[in-house]
DNA sequence: TTGTAGGCGTTATCAG
DNA sequence: CTGATAACGCCTACAA
């Protein structure tokens, strides 16, 4: 595709320098003379040269990009509900980006659609130094055979098999603590008597939290149900038809606690349009902390999820393992805030 | 920092065949034995084998990987403020992914920080097939030297140059028609007669949009001023501080035309601030139809751009200059469609 | 259908 | 400080 071009001999030859010496001075900081320097630059800009990536890897062993794999949900549903149902990893890939950035690394995203999964992802793979794989993206087998060629941590998600000895490491937040003070919140605080879990499903995570909210409705002499009220998909549409379904079979919660933030802004909508007002009849509160629920009206009570350090966090842990790839595989539980706003009738700024 | 492990050469050798062998089953299509085959997959998966991104993209002459740069707008700013900043390019980064995964490309995307800029988006372009470099994020001559490597797409921004022949292809929309049929709605059938524009510093999809505003100014027999009423930086908080400045300069708008949806967001919370209802008081509207504007109270009024149709259109250049590198420079314009919601007095569903 | 061998553009190791 | 030169791991004619 690309019009093959200028290479380092072209510009050796033109700044009447070797290629060894291009490349230290493209390379930065090598002790060059400070001529040699300057004829190589000029020749460089002259000929506007752009050095190989793949070149400069092979050669280098090393790419200076991290990976990002994360799962299509979007993929299989219709065009619409396919727009809002991603803002989670919205947040997630600034966060890494930046993170990334800062420690002089580029960022390779990549959705996977369930059926291609191994293909994508192994190619990824194969041109990054490390990566970050997301819950539900994809098998573990593959993600150990991964790992076993390049660093590798998996964000939220299961943490199966990591008592076993493979080299994947973890990131994940506190989630029961989360949920479980959300909904301390909900039933001491306001004192209410009915609180629902609105599950995701297939999700540790989803799990986590429902843990939580059992253990803060025990705590307070209710007795939580053994599943989940509802479950939906995690997105917005899935959240709105779950509280539909729930309305239907009777249920009639006065709060409302949601496995994330998106489910939870489609709750509320569908509670609106059943004739119930949030946070009145029903307290809501969500997860993750996504910015669109500082938006909302009412505005989302929820535990965020704090991102910068996430991507912090994860650059960490493959730099770490990069520089010593046989130590055990690691878990950093991250902790988690809760944010107090209006849809479970509290008004911090802007409920 | 890989850990160095089984090539093709190891696997053809388990296998018991050639390396080319190895290298044909893996490509997918080529005709090989089909006994070859199995022997070769079963000697992958026992191997662990990840084929090298790099040592591929060398031989093959491609990468599969395209890049997509855009302007750092938070890194200058604090943590607080950063966040909100980037809801516009969220789209843009998910509408390229899905666009370039549908046809078979994974996505490179780093975000340039103004001062090192060169360097970080030289080393995507040495790294992809071609690239999408939104606007302001570097220089044009360093755009141009990339250019004469690697197909290169400009995203929104200005075209200039254009016609010099040089060989970037440029993807906008009509910021002009948006603009003016947003504002015509507002004077024409709500019937306002103070309409202020509120314009984005040093944009040429700015400039484009305040066109549109004051021919429909005109058109409405009001005489729109020369220069928007305020100005800010595309975020929220700067779309806050504009209108304070307005109001605090006596600035009295019964309608408020934004350069993008963020900062027409902030605008109404500073309107709020001041005591001032929205639509009542002030008619708003936005501009590029971030997912956000569907969800705040009220939902806001805006020109939206058709994000997956801008994926795929940059994709669709980047293929067709790969596949006839000498072709002029062209720029594809496509249209916004208006979207009628709450902000400007309009009742739309959700409202 | 399969194997052989040369080359892709850089980096890095050595001598000078 | 600089210059040859051997990798780097894979692809792809070309030949068999």
Redesign the pocket.
């Known amino acids: 595709m690309a019009r093959?071009l200028?290479?380092?001999?072209e510009?050796?030859q033109r700044a009447?320098?070797?290629?060894?010496?291009?490349?230290?001075v493209?390379?930065g900081n090598?002790?060059?003379?400070?001529?040699?320097?300057e004829k190589v630059l000029a020749a460089v800009s002259e000929l506007g040269?752009?050095?190989?990536g793949?070149?400069?890897d092979?050669?280098?062993?090393r790419t200076g990009v991290l990976g990002l794999c994360f799962p299509d949900l979007a993929g299989d549903q219709d065009a619409e509900s396919a727009e809002d149902t991603t803002f989670w990893y919205d947040e997630v890939i600034r966060g890494m980006e930046r993170a990334a950035r800062r420690r002089g690394y580029a960022v390779l995203i990549a959705a996977s659609h369930a059926s291609d999964d191994v293909e994508l992802v192994t190619q990824v793979a194969?041109r990054c130094d490390g990566m970050v794989v997301l819950a539900r993206t994809v098998s573990v087998p593959v993600l150990e055979r991964i790992a076993q060629r390049i660093p590798l941590v998996m964000l939220a998600g299961p943490r199966e098999g990591a008592e076993q000895g493979h080299d994947i490491d973890h990131l994940v937040v506190d989630n029961t603590a989360g949920a479980k003070a959300l909904t301390g919140h909900v039933v001491g605080f306001h004192g209410r008597t009915a609180p629902a879990f609105l599950g995701g499903v297939d999700s540790a995570d989803s799990d986590a939290r429902f843990e939580g909210f059992r253990a803060a409705v025990a705590e307070a002499g209710l007795v939580p149900g053994d599943r989940p009220a509802a479950v939906g998909d995690f997105t917005t549409a899935g959240g709105a038809r779950a509280v539909e379904g729930l309305l239907a079979a009777g249920g009639r919660p006065d709060a409302l606690v949601c496995a994330n933030d998106q489910m939870a802004i489609g709750a509320i909508g569908a509670l609106r349009a059943a004739g119930l007002s949030v946070p009145e009849d029903v307290a809501v509160t969500g997860f993750d902390g996504i910015q669109l629920g500082r938006h909302t009206r009412p505005s989302l009570t929820t535990a965020v999820q704090p991102m910068k350090l996430l991507g912090e966090s994860a650059v960490r842990l493959l730099e770490e393992r990069a520089a010593e790839p046989g130590r055990p595989s690691q878990t950093v539980e991250l902790q988690v805030w809760i944010e107090l706003r209006g849809s479970c009738g509290c008004d911090g700024p802007g409920a």
């Open positions: 093959s200028p290479t380092v001999y510009v050796a009447g320098v070797s290629t060894a010496t291009v490349s230290r493209l390379a090598d002790r060059v003379k400070p001529d040699s320097r040269y752009v050095p190989s793949a070149a400069r092979l050669a280098a062993r194969g």
